[in-house]
């Protein structure tokens, strides 16, 4: 959430010339109704399970950017359909970060109930804190704080090629570590 996944993945896949396909979008095509709905009537679990449906779905093709909800790799069904599409990338920003791209989180249902901008970093620090390890199992990690769609991609583009396990703009375009 918030770390730039669609706007990234609409970026990247254009420079591929390879189609885009946002998981929460296919969840919400199917279930004719937004995310915060759907946790409302079905709760974390049977997002999840769509989630994890829409995923399924993609086995097998090819010539695809996805982004997925931030908490879909945490799942290691999801992790390896993913990763039999191609390499995974964590797109990491620090939630000073996430909470200023998310706005006042009303539309994120993972940040409901949390009042008040330090709970709002509190439960993003949670969140990234439970999912941490698998984050972490990214052939790449790309960090996003004070930069854009485009430079991430690019980033994204320059770590691919060159090997590297970890990059940020500024490391990539330097040659850095």
């Known amino acids: 959430m918030g770390s730039g996944k669609t706007a990234t993945g609409k970026a990247l896949a254009a420079r ?3 189609a885009f ?4 979008d296919l969840i919400r095509r199917e279930a004719g109704s937004d995310i915060p709905a759907i946790f409302a009537r079905e709760g974390e679990a ?3 399970r769509r989630e994890r449906e829409a995923i399924a779905r993609l086995a097998g093709r090819s010539g695809l950017v996805v982004a997925t909800g931030g908490g879909a790799v945490a799942d290691p069904e999801n992790a390896a359909v993913l990763r039999g599409l191609g390499p995974l990338v964590w797109l990491r920003a620090r939630p000073e970060t996430i909470l200023a791209r998310v ?3 009303e539309e994120r249902p993972m940040l409901a109930g949390a009042r008040g901008r330090e709970a709002m970093l509190r439960r993003i620090g ?3 804190a439970e999912r941490a390890a698998a984050y972490a199992a990214a052939g790449l990690v790309v960090d ?3 930069i854009g769609p485009e430079e991430t991609a690019r980033a ?3 770590g691919l090629e060159s ?3 970890e990059t940020d703009a500024a490391r990539t375009r330097s040659g850095g570590p």
Not at 21 to 24: I, K, L, R
């Open 16 to 18: 591929l010339r390879w």
């Open 21 to 24: 396909v946002d998981t929460d």
């Open 46 to 48: 049977g997002f999840r």
């Open 103 to 105: 706005g006042g989180g």
């Open 126 to 128: 949670k969140l990234l």
């Open 144 to 146: 996003t704080d004070g």
């Open 156 to 158: 994204i583009l320059d």
């Open 163 to 165: 090997g590297k396990g």
